[in-house]
Each structure stands twice: as C-alpha cells, then as structure tokens.
C-alpha cells in the first residue's frame, strides 16, 4: 500500500516532468533510428497498439540446440512434486563447467519467464558439487521450457496504474537445512514488472 501512495505522489507532483529534455537529443547524443525495438539482448519484443509482448522463444531454441535437447520429450511440469533435491554425497559428479552454464542460462531465463525462477535458484544451490540428480533436474526444466517456449510477458496499454504484490512461503519446507522457502511478485496494473 506505501509503495502505491509512493507511485501516486510521483504522478501528483509530475515527477516524471523533472528529468531534463532536449528539443533534439540527437544533438547531444551521437545515436540513430532504426524503428521500433524487435529483439535486444535475446529479448524478442512485439508492440502493437493494445499491448508490448515479451519473449525468449529464440534464445530458448538455442540453449536446447546448445545442450543437444531440441529432439527431447516435452515435460509437462517443471520440476517433480515429490522430489526434493539435496547434496547426494553418494552420486556420480559431473562437469561443473557445463552445469554452472547451464544454471547461467536459464537464469537469464528467468527475465520472462518467472514461472522457473524458484527450480532453477534450487540448482543453483548445488553449483559448488553437482550430481547426476541436479543434471536431472536442469534437463527437466528444460523439456519443460521445450513445450512452452513462446511464452512471454504481456503489457497490455492502459491508465490504471495499481502496483500489487503477492508472496508464497514454505516454512521448513527445504529438507536439506529446514530453511523456509518463499518466492514474492509484484503486478504493476496487470503486469509482471518483479
């Protein structure tokens, strides 16, 4: 609610307004148009008049190109209900180069597709030693990614601005520490913006 009355105040006292403008930027700043933005650090993007859609559907074909998965059954869930990941002292060690990338990629994922962000920070706990089982789990999200690789963030055009926010936690949840889990977003109107 404070973060609302914050945003409001803003709009009251033309806070937006305050940012210096130039009559022709270009005059300070060597640049050049090209059109509207399409694609941008793997970021395809597609405006129209009703809204801005985000996505990585390119850069998720190839990291399933990258990691030889573009022929690989699709995963309806992104991660199995009862299974819990843990250290597994006893399991095979695998490359940690390979792992370490892999968990990179899909946080850069993550941007657009927040559905995967808790999966993918529970692998990125086992960086340090990973197993047979935590490559499992990557590959898992990745089948799952395969599936529904077009989806995106959308920001539909509108005037109501209300910034909301919802959180979920599992108190004890974690079986290898007992830590609690928790995960937060926030909707600016009806768009994901955290």
């Known amino acids: 609610m404070a973060m609302q ?39 395809q993007v597609k405006q129209n008049e009703n809204d801005i859609f985000i996505q990585q559907s390119k850069y998720c074909t190839d990291l399933l190109k990258k990691y030889k998965m573009l022929d690989c059954k699709e995963a309806t869930t992104h991660i199995a209900t009862k299974w819990y990941l843990d250290l597994e002292e006893k399991g095979n060690a695998i490359d940690q180069k390979m792992y370490r990338g892999m968990i990179g990629s899909q946080l850069y994922l993550t941007s657009t597709r927040s559905d995967i962000m808790h999966n993918v920070c529970l692998c990125a706990r086992f960086q340090s030693q990973p197993k047979e089982s935590h490559l499992t789990a990557i590959k898992i999200i990745l089948k799952y990614l395969k599936g529904i690789k077009n989806l995106g963030l959308c920001y539909p055009s509108g005037s109501n601005i209300f910034l909301k926010g919802y959180s979920d936690s599992d108190f004890g949840g974690y079986k290898l520490d007992r830590k609690r889990t928790s995960g937060t977003c926030h909707l600016l109107g009806c768009s994901l913006v955290s």
């Open 5 to 43: 009355k914050e945003l409001n105040q803003f709009k009251k006292n033309n806070v937006w307004e305050l940012v210096p403008r130039t009559e022709n930027i270009q005059e300070e700043f060597e640049m050049s148009m090209i059109g509207e933005i399409t694609n941008f650090l793997g970021l």
